[in-house]
């Protein structure tokens, strides 16, 4: 699976909205980015995964360049819920036999 | 609550002392995972079953380590002689074969060798 690349922590006042980014520089064709966020003692939760169009859902959006070397996570209106370890992860497609890579993510502070 | 749910939530044991964590899965899924994550860290793959086959544990971190899931529901991760290395979450997934990226995680089991 290809590396991935987060800045260590970034800041977002509450209401607004946060940009994650990720580099993934190495990615190749049938590779998926996964993001997952680790809220305080708890276990990671699954947020949105895309291949090469951009994706939305209820919790986030997610928007991957069209060279698919970068992409980035948005979540529209932040809440002090949101502060937590955020994770971008690159995994092939199918069944793959590993399980996931994580990297030491990006912590987002939400400020009220 | 039909998530995935680990126990117990906490250990504290001696080492030496052999320890088992428990996790049930989201009943219609196939696979289960077993990470590790220690303190600062992303969580670590360790290794996954599909339904009770075992396919990939070349990454469980010794031969201390086993795990099991001898009916392909609910699994046991077990650590023989604990060293205070071990000390760490252990947290469990699960998710259907053809969504294998899409992972649900438990709460993790806290493990504290003294």
């Known amino acids: 699976d290809a590396k991935t690349t987060q800045p260590t922590s970034m800041d977002c006042a509450e209401g607004r909205a946060a940009n994650l980014p990720c580099n993934h520089s190495?990615?190749?064709?049938?590779?998926?980015v996964y993001w997952y966020r680790q809220i305080h003692s708890q276990g990671p939760q699954y947020i949105i995964h895309?291949?090469?169009n951009n994706e939305t859902n209820e919790m986030a959006s997610l928007i991957i360049t069209e060279d698919r070397k970068s992409s980035t996570l948005i979540l529209p209106h932040a809440t002090l819920r949101d502060t937590a370890v955020y994770y971008c992860i690159v995994r092939g497609s199918g069944g793959g036999a590993d399980g996931l890579t994580f990297g030491k993510g990006t912590h987002l502070i939400i400020q009220p | 609550d039909t998530g995935v749910s680990q126990d117990p939530r906490h250990k504290i044991t001696k080492r030496g002392q052999n320890v088992t964590f428990r996790c049930d899965p989201i009943s219609e899924h196939n696979r289960l995972y077993w990470y590790r994550q220690t303190l600062g860290q992303g969580p670590e793959f360790l290794t996954y079953f599909q339904n009770e086959a075992q396919l990939e544990k070349s990454r469980l971190l010794s031969d201390r380590f086993s795990a099991e899931r001898p009916k392909g529901s609910f699994s046991t991760l077990e650590i023989q002689r604990t060293e205070q290395g071990d000390s760490a979450m252990y947290l469990c997934a699960s998710s259907q074969s053809r969504l294998a990226g899409t992972q649900y995680f438990g709460p993790g089991t806290r493990l504290t060798v003294l």
């Open positions: 895309g291949l090469k």
């Open positions: 190495t990615i190749s064709g049938n590779e998926y």
